[in-house]
């Protein structure tokens, strides 16, 4: 069997613990803490796809803060 090779992925600035959850819901990603902060680790291709849901997930919020 084929072994996947993972990465690491700094988390952006403002997100949230249940915009997180989701995160882990969603994809095969796993929280690390590092020397530098949170990280999420996962397949490329997952960070992928989390990072894009998690920058989403902030400007939805930001919208919502900003009254739009």
Do not use: S, T
Request: proline share 3%.
């Amino acid at each position: 069997m084929e072994e996947k090779q993972e990465f690491e992925m700094g988390l952006p600035n403002g997100v949230g613990e249940q915009m997180l959850a989701h995160a882990f819901e969603k994809f095969n990603v796993k929280l690390e803490h590092g020397e530098f902060g949170p990280k999420l680790i996962g397949e490329y291709d997952e960070l992928v796809k989390a990072k894009e849901f998690l920058e989403e997930a902030i400007r939805a919020r930001l919208k919502e803060l900003e009254g739009e």
